[in-house]
């Protein structure tokens, strides 16, 4: 097999294959010559990975090398891979069906669970302002949280019906429930989810409702109280509480989530992500007052990763597609700066509810993808993603750069230039483009 | 014009155009007003975006939009751009024919020039083991530097015989010359090449030569010394210097390079960028004593920003995919994360050459592609980015965040598991997938 990122320009066909390292390939005396000899006479930086910090005058890039990231580049980073993705089978394609937003992968009785928003409507979204009673006004909209088992991880079956079904008017979620989390605690299973009503979509207070059940397969009852709402009125996530993450740490159940404010413009916070903290799975959940812990992503996705907290961050923000680590789950720093993440990933992650102190990360997870490359107007799909963000494998393939793409990705809608803006450059191209200057 | 970046996902259709603030749109007594209130109550952090950093305690990552990034986060960044494609007209595609690695774009007499790595050969590379004097083993194997030309950005047209062709044998660079770079200089017009000989790829010793004109139109002359040579042995650009990229700066000739070095395996740096200064365009080019400059990147693009220089850094390595500043020319900074980037980009970039201390930056250039995705076995297309890196417009729709890929992205080649790290991961499933605990 020869991938885009087996072969290197500039590297002549040799294949780059670099296996991750556990310890220095060479003799640590030869390191230690060639740093000391490096030192002495300010010779150029040695082509040997020196292991330790050298002393020397480095660039600040260099210096970053040893003091951000490691020497060894992603290569030695347990933190960094890419994301190899697969179509899955049992999930039939259909017209007006949408499945999105998949929960962490469960595994119990060696079977694998994951539940995910599911839309089944009469027609595609409409778009808010023609949404009615019948007509999704997007996705999300008029939706319930689906259930789906595996043997295998990629063979899947859906349940005939959803597992947890919007509560009737006029309760909170009536209209749409989504974006489900899973949690299991003291041998009971919890969903928590974000519950719309009346209407998906404008600005409306939408807080993040819980279900619980003695067994993955149900019935699931919903639990009357809201479990994470909305923050005050002025502040960052005064309005909706999006996409609840739950993940066990030090004893506490915390539930991370995206909030947005109902205040609109260029002046206001746009999306960030906080965590709140319970030790009660039907809450309340009491916000960090550190929040918002994320600055960047769309989606949450967290996970215990050795005795801290760990997030895959994509899509927006100053830090977008980022794997960041926490020792506390509040203060995140940025680990590895991933591409073509999972979009609202659900990792299989066995540990993410066991609190064990050594989170072991995860190698895959279901995701979603908009078919066309759409945001919120079109279906979506659920596809696997693999990866190496674990402990217990060393994939060396999921170490590598120099990911390339096809003619395709680049000429997509979104990525191609849109011919409105042709338009505007070629109006302002005689002022704009000037004589090189010489 | 719909694309996936203006549909929102939570966001329920509702276009979140931010335009670029050029100053705070709520009146800033509101803002202290609301910062006040903040501190004075250790409230929630708030939904207007406080435009100095806040006193009262905040999360890491909150601390880091203020430290590192800003608060108006990717859309208040002048150096952050998202970039979008266009094909080009007038470069045929024919069989066996490759056109990559792109210079910067100049304009002279209302013409756009770029020059290119060009190979027209009688059969596709065949892998350094099989090439012989005319079977080239790579894509910029047997290649010379080819010149087109503009009246738009859009449509060119392609000189019937290449601009410099490889020199005679034995001289450096008969096998092939690639990957140029061009400066402008006191009206003479230079362009730097990676000169390869006897034989592309393996580990041969491959300094940068030039070539001159006194016009863009040639006659090109090989200058007979090389103008920048590899590191000495031991270090880490010791075999090769590749995409010479020359800026000019602070009354110096400044030449950008990646290295590379004769040794191979995980122990040894894999590629880097470093720096050569020299007040003479034909060298010696003498390297920085910090280099290398970048830890990361593939190709190099520098390009003259404010008083300072910036890079462009794709592909490689733990700050891939970043724009990145620097004020000596040395020292950079990552100023911000980007996705999709061009592959070898060749910005126009009328004031790279000319020593301002004011670099607008840019918003065009042309960039290559590897149709299929391949890296080095396949021909290679020129298309044209446009983006927003300059300080002349303000071009919203390149700040934005939030770009998603069509299904087609997601399972192309390179993307998609690979079906022998299918078959690994199966045989691992039994024991490393462990039942959730709870």
Redesign the interface.
């Known amino acids: ?14 294949s ?1 294959r ?4 556990t310890g ?3 003799p640590i005396f030869i390191v230690i010559l ?1 740093a000391t000899a490096a030192i002495a006479q ?8 020196l292991e330790e910090r050298p002393s020397f ?6 210096e ?2 040893y003091d ?3 020497p ?4 030695g ?1 347990e933190l ?1 891979s890419n994301f ?4 899955l089978n049992g999930f039939k394609r259909e017209t007006n069906v949408s499945r999105r937003d998949p929960t962490k992968v ?5 079977i694998y669970h994951v539940w995910y928003t599911g839309r089944r409507s009469e027609c595609p ?1 409409v ?2 302002q023609n949404a009615t009673d019948t007509k999704p ?5 008029l939706a319930d949280i689906w259930h789906a088992t595996s043997k ?2 990629w063979n899947w079956i859906e349940d005939k019906q959803p597992a947890v079904r919007r509560p009737p008017k006029p309760e909170r979620g009536f209209r749409s429930i989504c974006t489900p989390g899973v949690l ?2 003291k ?1 009971k299973y919890y969903l928590y989810f974000q519950a719309y009503s009346p209407m ?3 600005q409306v207070w939408c807080p993040v409702r819980v279900a619980f059940a003695d067994s993955p397969y149900g019935p699931w009852t919903h639990h009357p109280e809201p479990a994470v709402v909305p ?2 009125p ?5 309005i ?1 509480i ?2 609840p993450c739950p993940v066990v740490h030090k004893g506490k159940i915390l539930i991370y989530y ?1 909030g ?13 992500q906080g965590v709140a903290f319970s030790d009660n799975p039907l809450g309340p959940f009491e ?10 992503g ?2 949450t996705c967290m996970f215990p990763f050795k005795d801290g907290v760990a997030a895959l961050v994509a ?8 794997i ?1 680590w ?1 020792p506390d789950g ?4 940025v680990m ?2 991933i ?2 993440p999972p ?1 609202a990933p659900g990792p ?1 992650c ?5 609190d ?1 102190g050594d989170g072991r990360g995860f ?2 997870g279901l995701c979603h ?9 079109n279906e979506s ?1 659920l ?2 993603f ?1 990866c190496d963000l ?1 402990l ?2 060393n ?1 060396e ?1 999921f170490k590598r ?22 338009q ?3 109006r ?2 005689k002022t ?7």
Request: proline share 8%; net charge negative.
């Open positions: 097999m020869t991938t885009a990122m087996e072969l290197d320009k500039k590297d002549e066909g040799v780059p670099r296996p991750q390292t220095p390939a060479v060639l300010q010779k150029p930086f040695p082509s040997v990975i005058p480095m660039s600040a890039a260099m970053r090398l951000e990231w490691n060894h580049e992603d290569r980073n960094y190899k993705y697969t179509e469960i595994k119990v009785d060696d979204p778009g808010l006004g997007t996705d999300w909209d295998d991880g299991v605690w041998g998906v979509g404008g923050s005050p002025g502040s960052w996530g005064n909706k999006n996409d995206k947005a404010p109902i205040e609109r413009g260029p002046e206001y916070v746009l999306r960030m916000a960090s007052k550190l929040n918002p812990v994320i600055n960047s769309h989606e899509l927006d923000g100053p830090e977008k597609n980022t960041q926490s509040e203060n995140f720093k590895s700066m591409q073509v979009v299989y066995p540990d993410a509810l066991s064990s190698t895959w993808i908009n078919p066309d490359g759409g945001g919120a107007a799909i596809a696997r693999d674990s217990d494998v994939r393939i750069n120099n990911l390339r793409f096809n003619e395709q990705t680049y000429f997509q809608k979104g990525v191609a230039l849109p011919p409105f803006i042709k505007q450059i070629i302002e191209r704009l483009d000037r004589e090189t200057i010489r």
